[in-house]
């Protein structure tokens, strides 16, 4: 069930056409911005931004909600491989979900005043309560779920998706393992595949309140849960019960936590990393290798939706919304205020120990 400030924010009220074709600038605005490359909380600042001209094809949004995802920590400090370059000044955030301010008298897309839309593949630059853009940049959605789960669609749940569709061919029945999953991106994957008749291993760390996670997970659907520690015996197969092998890992980890995924995968498996959360090398062994055949793979959103995959991220975009809406994708968040950004950005950088998902009401 969506926060009661989410409720209040799907009852925003829509504007009018006449107000929107009257607009030739969009508000003033204010915007996270950093001009230069470090630690977020040293070089981010909340800052007033002008009003920004429309042109004849633009259109000004009024942001809704934005994650704070580690990929845009990432960006700030300089270390993504993508990111918008500073000087000059840069406005932080990737993805995020906003509604309809204004149309440039030539916008053609079937846009209204107080649609929902988000930024899709998604743009730099969402930390801002107003944004002006080309019409092409928008996607509309539906404005019928939680703000919160339009915000957060893109970079989270279609990765977990497309990692399933993108290695192996899965049939029912299948199994797949994942490390970190605990994760968004690992809940994703525990609910999509459940959806598929797809059966999940899932791997998590040894830490106080592991059973309070693993009996989450299996709320969500998970199959099978285990710690590290409980992998770490010689014969790691023969804890899969009625399991088949898995035919795919996913790797979100590296050092010991990949390990344990290809010891659990089956003859002429494939693991797919997508992330190295304890910045360790995935080590494989040469006998894995020779008598196992297995593949190693990376996956990267970005790289995916820059390669001419527009109308496909809108697809499935589509289709993930619409397991939300049906109840059968959720995951874990917090509404912060923008106003409280300073307070959203400590609790994401860890600051006040383990935290949910850090998403910005605006």
Not at 91 to 109: C, F, K, S, W
Not at 116 to 130: D, K, L, M, N, R
Not at 338 to 354: E, I, V
């Amino acid at each position: 069930m969506a926060p009661p400030t989410a409720r209040l924010l799907l009852r925003t009220p829509r504007l009018s056409l006449s107000t929107a074709a009257a607009s030739l600038f969009s508000p003033p605005s204010k915007a996270v911005l950093y001009d230069q490359h470090g630690p977020p909380d040293q070089v981010l600042r909340v800052a007033d931004a002008p009003p920004v001209e429309l042109g004849e094809r633009d259109v000004c949004v009024k942001m809704l909600a934005a994650p704070i995802n580690p990929s845009d920590i990432n960006r700030v400090q300089g270390v993504y491989p993508v990111r918008p370059p500073v000087p000059p000044a840069a406005v932080a955030g990737y993805e995020g979900v906003a509604q309809v301010h204004a149309l440039g008298p030539a916008v053609t897309r079937p846009l209204s005043p107080g649609d929902w839309v988000i930024p899709s593949p998604p743009s730099f630059g969402t930390w801002q309560t107003y944004i002006v853009k080309p019409e092409h940049v928008w996607h509309k959605v539906r404005d019928d779920v939680p703000v919160e789960y339009a915000a957060t669609v893109t970079v989270n749940p279609l990765t977990a998706l497309r990692m399933l569709q993108d290695f192996v061919k899965l049939s029912p029945g299948d199994a797949v393992v994942q490390n970190g999953a605990t994760s968004i991106v690992g809940q994703c994957v525990i609910q999509l595949a459940k959806v598929q008749g797809i059966r999940t291993i899932n791997i998590i760390r040894d830490r106080p309140g592991s059973e309070e996670a693993k009996e989450k997970l299996k709320q969500l659907g998970a199959d099978e849960v285990f710690t590290e520690g409980q992998l770490d015996v010689k014969n790691v197969k023969s804890l899969l019960g009625v399991l088949p092998e898995p035919a795919l890992g996913l790797n979100c980890v590296g050092g010991n936590a990949a390990a344990l995924i290809l010891k659990l995968l089956r003859q002429g498996g494939t693991m797919v990393t997508y992330g190295g959360m304890s910045k360790r090398p995935v080590t494989v062994s040469t006998s894995s290798f020779i008598f196992k055949d297995l593949s190693l793979r990376g996956f990267w959103l970005q790289k995916w939706m820059s390669s001419d995959k527009a109308d496909d991220c809108r697809r499935l975009i589509d289709y993930l919304l619409g397991l939300v809406q049906e109840g059968k994708l959720k995951y874990e968040m917090e509404l912060s205020p923008f106003d409280d950004f300073g307070l959203a950005l400590d609790k994401a950088l860890g600051k006040h120990g383990s935290q949910l998902k850090q998403v910005l009401r605006f």
